[in-house]
T-cell receptor, first 114, second 113 residues
Framework: NAGVMQNPRHLVRRRGQEARLRCSPMKGHSHVYWYRQLPEEGLKFMVYLQKENIIDESGMPKERFSAEFPKEGPSILRIQQVVRGDSAAYFC????????????FGSGTRLTVV | KQEVTQIPAALSVPEGENLVLNCSFTDSAIYNLQWFRQDPGKGLTSLLL?????REQTSGRLNASLDKSSGRSTLYIAASQPGDSATYLCAVRVGGATNKLIFGTGTLLAVQP
């Protein structure tokens, strides 16, 4: 079991470009969560998805950010027209349907906007 | 609104010492509580998971307790080692359909050789 796989590990984007972050959950996990860790801050919930459904996006900025978890393939967090304030570590986690076994996190994608 | 607080924010101890990290949460209606470790520039490693019906969990030199009614959890590390140096995060899973974790701000632990 390869665990939660995130790629890329590091991503550098110029202001105004788009950033795409990918997350493949653990085998058997159907729930995916995205969290953001800003420099010197704690992890903040962004969005919770199941296959083809967004369950809770209360932590997502209203503009420029979107997330999907298609029937086939990884979950994608997309940030359009990136700004310097988007520079952060973005972590993906997955859990089985009940969540009873806790969450498993990926190693994260560190986005730097220059 | 659920808020999670961790005390102390930073801790430095000599090798071999036993230590306790504290986590408190404002809403006792939690599904479970999880302790994580984060090394600099790395992801999160799950250490212990305590279900809301449980009082404690143990793994090796680590012991975590949960007192849901008072909104507190502690992580006890026995015989600390320099390799234990990291940031320790506690997170509560809120109930209901949202399923999300609410994280504390962490305790930065340094174990001096």
């Amino acid at each position: 079991n390869a665990g939660v796989m995130q790629n890329p590990r590091h991503l550098v984007r110029r202001r105004g470009q788009e950033a795409r972050l990918r997350c493949s959950p653990m085998k058997g996990h159907s729930h995916v969560y995205w969290y953001r860790q800003l420099p010197e801050e704690g992890l903040k919930f962004m969005v919770y998805l199941q296959k083809e459904n967004i369950i809770d996006e209360s932590g997502m900025p209203k503009e420029r950010f979107s997330a999907e978890f298609p029937k086939e393939g990884p979950s994608i967090l997309r940030i359009q027209q990136v700004v310097r304030g988007d520079s952060a570590a973005y972590f993906c986690a997955s859990s089985p349907p009940t969540g009873g076994d806790g969450y498993t996190f990926g190693s994260g994608t560190r986005l730097t906007v220059v | 609104k659920q808020e999670v607080t961790q005390i102390p924010a930073a801790l430095s101890v000599p090798e071999g010492e036993n230590l306790v990290l504290n986590c408190s949460f404002t809403d006792s209606a939690i599904y479970n509580l999880q302790w994580f470790r984060q090394d600099p520039g790395k992801g999160l490693t799950s250490l212990l998971l305590i279900q809301s019906s449980q009082r404690e969990q143990t793994s090796g030199r680590l012991n975590a307790s949960l007192d849901k009614s008072s909104g507190r959890s502690t992580l006890y590390i026995a015989a600390s080692q320099p390799g234990d140096s990291a940031t320790y995060l506690c997170a509560v899973r809120v109930g209901g359909a949202t399923n999300k974790l609410i994280f504390g701000t962490g305790t930065l632990l340094a174990v001096q050789p």
